[in-house]
């Protein structure tokens, strides 16, 4: 009864079997009001606002030193904030740890050696008081056919795999992964995702950070850039990308010169590598109408700004600006925000 209580309070829209459904004055999975951390005279994380609603898939990024990583810490309860509130579920996030609400995937620990797959998601299964059927939790994670494998004696993409279901156990409504697929190959990055996703479908909130923006990219409802412990951005991807304004407009010059390209119409900046021009432009179409007035270009391609471009320029503006932080780029489709959560520290403990 417990599992079945659980699965309807996790249900985003419709009426479990016990007739519970989520209602919109349900609580935040996450949020983070004004929270700050220090190292002496160090703000890892300052002042930072983050409120995430529950069924939502969020990436976190930012440049190496921006506070992603101490801003995680904070939000599972593994590091207690310098001021600031920080709420899982409307509580205290240890208690939402303890009732198994919160699973996490961090970038520490190591799966137990010499116990079976099967064996090691059972045990730690048996630390909550409802966990997810293991069988099931084998089935999300993708490892049907691995259950019976020695733990120590699996890939490095099969091993984060059983981290995943490892933080799966408890039927976590909330789960937190800290660069998930660091080192891990293309194959494996995609096998992982994929059981990532059969967890969200199930209506489950997902908090990750990575510096695979590509992955933020396809894999996020909402993304929430970092920098110097602030949100500089948060939006959907296709709203972050069009925080840089304009198109990119590529070609070959074709033997043709690459002066007097900046005074084209619409163009704001100008890269020229060997032989390829590449055009910032507000006005793609006239632009390109230009360029063809000119003639002798070849292999001519338009595109909207990258993320990456986004996440480059909105990084650098704060690292250039002076003492006073600009506001985040926030969009329309950010005022309703989204979230994810901790491992309890027994779990915690078998990843070791």
């Given at each position: ?42 703000r ?18 930012g ?19 310098s ?22 995937m ?58 995943f ?80 304004g ?62 990456e ?6 990084t ?28 309890p ?8």
């Amino acid at each position: 009864m417990k599992h079945a209580e659980r699965a309807a309070q996790k249900s985003p829209m419709a009426p479990s079997a016990l007739g519970v459904g989520r209602t919109p004055s349900a609580p935040l999975a996450v949020h983070l009001s004004n929270v700050s951390r220090t190292y002496g005279p160090v703000r890892a994380v300052d002042g930072l606002d983050l409120d995430i609603p529950r069924g939502q898939t969020v990436a976190l990024l930012g440049r190496n030193g921006a506070g992603k990583s101490t801003s995680l810490s904070m939000l599972l309860g593994l590091l207690p904030p310098s001021s600031g509130e920080v709420r899982l579920f409307g509580a205290a996030p240890q208690r939402a740890v303890r009732e198994g609400r919160v699973g996490a995937m961090l970038q520490d620990g190591k799966p137990i050696p010499r116990v079976t797959v099967r064996e090691l998601v059972r045990f730690v299964a048996s630390s909550y008081p409802a966990p997810l059927p293991v069988a099931e939790t084998l089935a999300i994670a993708g490892l049907d056919e691995l259950a019976h494998r020695r733990v120590d004696k699996l890939s490095g993409g099969q091993a984060q795999r059983v981290r995943f279901a490892v933080a799966l156990a408890g039927d976590p409504e909330l789960i937190v992964l800290d660069e998930p697929t660091t080192a891990l190959d293309v194959a494996a990055r995609r096998a992982f995702w994929e059981a990532m996703r059969r967890y969200a479908r199930r209506g489950n909130t997902v908090l990750f950070s990575t510096h695979y923006l590509q992955e933020a990219d396809e894999n996020a409802d909402r993304i929430v850039v970092i920098d110097r412990g602030r949100v500089a951005a948060d939006g959907p991807a296709d709203e972050i990308k069009r925080t840089v304004g304009g198109s990119l407009v590529a070609f070959d010059l074709a033997g043709a010169p690459s002066a007097g390209l900046a005074l084209l119409p619409g163009v704001t900046s100008v890269e020229v590598h060997g032989d390829r021009a590449r055009l910032r432009s507000s006005n793609s179409d006239a632009t390109v109408m230009a360029l063809a007035q000119r003639g002798a270009i070849r292999s001519l391609e338009v595109a909207p700004a990258s993320l990456e471009e986004a996440f480059l320029a909105l990084t650098t503006a704060l690292t250039t600006a002076p003492t006073t932080a600009p506001a985040p780029a926030r969009t329309q489709a950010a005022t309703q925000r989204r979230t994810a959560a901790p491992i309890p520290p027994h779990a915690k403990e078998a990843t070791r």
